[in-house]
């Protein structure tokens, strides 16, 4: 009794095949989900990266140019309300369009961005953008310029600085609005008052007008977004 007593004590116990397949079948699962919500998150933080690169360069460009010339050139769109709310412009008076010197501005904004090549008839065919962007929102790209990290500039002739889009991995993919392929605007930022006329003294660069144009697709986020998650400038 004592021996037979022994032996059931000793008795091992192990898995049978189906459940190690089993237990095989959801680590695999798991892992296959883990890896694809890490690979997302890393995508996320690469072009949140290169967006607030982009978004620094336009950014000192533009200041650049504006202190180099002494003026403020003849290039820009009216802000709206809510654009004065949300970002504490300076505003006196209401200043009005202005669109008179927009090749001069592109010119002087692109030389300070350090622009190496320029397309300013059919971007495609002259090499400057691949053959799978998408069509803008606001018409035709009839000009391209690649800068010396690869980032692209984008517009056509009658927007130039009002509204124009900067794809901030160049010819790399996805090439997608709200992806890597951000829209801007050149806007009166500070104006004064001065016998009954309005000055603008300062321009700066803010998302488009319909944002939700240019962020297509559930993983797009809008230039607003974008500035927001990067510097925090919108509250």
């Excluded at 009794?1 to 095949?17: A, D, E, P, Q, V």
């Excluded at 500039?153 to 130039?160: A, C, E, K, Q, V």
Aim: hydrophobic share 40%; glycine share 6%.
């Amino acid at each position: 009794m004592r021996i037979m007593s022994m032996n059931l004590n000793n008795k091992k116990h192990g898995f049978t095949l189906s459940e190690v397949m089993i237990t095989l079948s959801l680590i695999g699962v798991l892992a296959t989900l883990t890896i694809s919500t890490v690979g997302s998150s890393v995508q996320q933080r690469a072009r949140l990266a290169e967006f607030r690169t982009a978004y620094a360069k336009m950014d000192a460009a533009l200041k650049n140019v504006t202190m180099d010339e002494g003026k403020v050139y003849s290039c820009y769109k009216v802000p709206t309300a809510a654009m004065k709310r949300d970002f504490g412009l300076n505003m006196e008076g209401n200043p009005t369009e202005k669109g008179t010197e927009c090749k001069q501005f592109m010119d002087a904004f692109n030389k300070a961005m350090g622009v190496t090549r320029s397309c300013e008839n059919d971007p495609l065919n002259e090499g400057c953008i691949p053959n799978n962007y998408p069509a803008a929102p606001w018409g035709n790209l009839n000009r391209a310029y690649v800068l010396d990290n690869s980032m692209i500039i984008l517009t056509n002739s009658t927007n130039y600085m009002k509204l124009f889009a900067v794809d901030v991995n160049g010819r790399k993919g996805p090439n997608k609005w709200g992806q890597d392929l951000f829209a801007f605007s050149v806007r009166a930022s500070d104006s004064v008052l001065l016998n009954n006329r309005v000055f603008v003294t300062n321009v700066a660069l803010f998302p488009p007008d319909n944002p939700n144009n240019y962020a297509v697709g559930e993983a797009s986020k809008t230039t607003e977004q974008m500035i927001k998650d990067s510097s925090g400038i919108i509250e």
